[in-house]
């Protein structure tokens, strides 16, 4: 499959949740910059755990951002779920990978969210292990010391293989990839980036090589390169293969520009 590089515009989530099927894995974008009005709306449908933990960041931007952030997810999931937004409750995992609570109901419903900036993505599906990330192309600090830290001898090839100016994006690139796929299983950076080895090879399609050093274990992950708005990169890891993958942009709110 190709994985798709841009986002369709023309979906809302109530024409997608109509038949969503049990192999289909939907990535929503959307912009964190809200209307005051929406804002308020969103913090009306929060948690008091969601509250609390917002309230806690110093930076208002900050608050401003993780209000609209967890609004949205609960905008998105109440449209597949059928729920309304505010009633809806999370789990969280021993990293913190919040989760929609178990039912009996074997139509589950699993989720991922991701921000960078002003640039949400949400994944939702069926699938019990996805992970999205997404980053802003920028300049990081000594990025070349950080992939010898947190990367494996084969990424690092990868990224050599890029003229030098081009380094620092497959780094971020290559970032993103390991990213979703530690967030797959819901642990974090530090405890699992090692765990798995990406392709960021030039022209390479995204795809895990090795999951704890096995390749037969890796062939059994689906990796999906994204570019959701101009200047970002992304990744959507997901257990499993032959999934369909469907990405969209959230028109129902408007950004404030
Ligand atoms: C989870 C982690 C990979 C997220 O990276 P990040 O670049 O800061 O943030 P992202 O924008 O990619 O993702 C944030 C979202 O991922 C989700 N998330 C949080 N923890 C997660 C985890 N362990 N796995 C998957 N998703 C997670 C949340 O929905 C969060 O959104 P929120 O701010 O609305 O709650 C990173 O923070 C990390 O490595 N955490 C590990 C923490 C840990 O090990 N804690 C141990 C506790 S004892």
Redesign the pocket.
């Known amino acids: 499959m190709t994985p798709p590089t841009t986002f369709r515009t023309d979906a809302q989530p109530a024409s997608v949740s109509q038949g969503f099927g049990d192999s289909e894995i939907h990535v929503w974008k959307s912009t964190l910059d809200v209307s005051d009005a929406q804002l308020e709306a969103f913090a009306r449908t929060l948690g008091p755990d969601?509250q609390e933990?917002i309230g806690r960041l110093r930076a208002e931007s900050d608050r401003i951002r993780?209000t609209a952030?967890?609004g949205l997810?609960r905008h998105i999931l109440a449209d597949y779920t059928g729920r309304q937004a505010a009633e809806l409750s999370f789990t969280?995992?021993?990293?913190?990978?919040?989760e929609l609570p178990g039912t009996a109901d074997s139509a589950r419903l699993y989720?991922?969210?991701?921000?960078?900036g002003d640039l949400l993505l949400v994944a939702v599906g069926r699938a019990p292990f996805l992970?999205?990330?997404?980053?802003r192309i920028r300049p990081v600090a000594r990025w070349d010391r950080v992939a010898q830290r947190a990367f494996s001898e084969g990424e690092l090839r990868g990224i050599e293989a890029f003229p030098r100016e081009s380094r620092e994006e497959a780094f971020i690139t290559c970032w993103t990839r390991k990213?979703a796929c530690?967030?797959?299983?819901?642990?974090?950076?530090?405890?699992a980036f090692s765990r798995f080895e990406v392709s960021v090879e030039p022209g390479e399609p995204a795809r895990v090589r090795l999951v704890d050093g096995d390749e037969a274990a890796a062939a059994n992950w689906s990796l999906y390169h994204l570019e959701p708005a101009p200047g970002f990169v992304g990744a959507l890891a997901v257990q499993g293969t032959g999934w369909r993958l469907r990405t969209g942009t959230l028109q129902t709110l408007e950004g404030k520009s």
Do not use: C, M
């Not at 969280?92 to 919040?98: E, H, L, N, V």
């Not at 530690?182 to 405890?191: D, M, Q, T, Y």
């Open positions: 969601e933990r993780a952030s967890r997810l969280y995992g021993q990293a913190g990978k919040p989720f991922n969210t991701a921000h960078s992970g999205v990330d997404v980053e990213e530690v967030k797959a299983i819901g642990e974090g950076v530090w405890s």
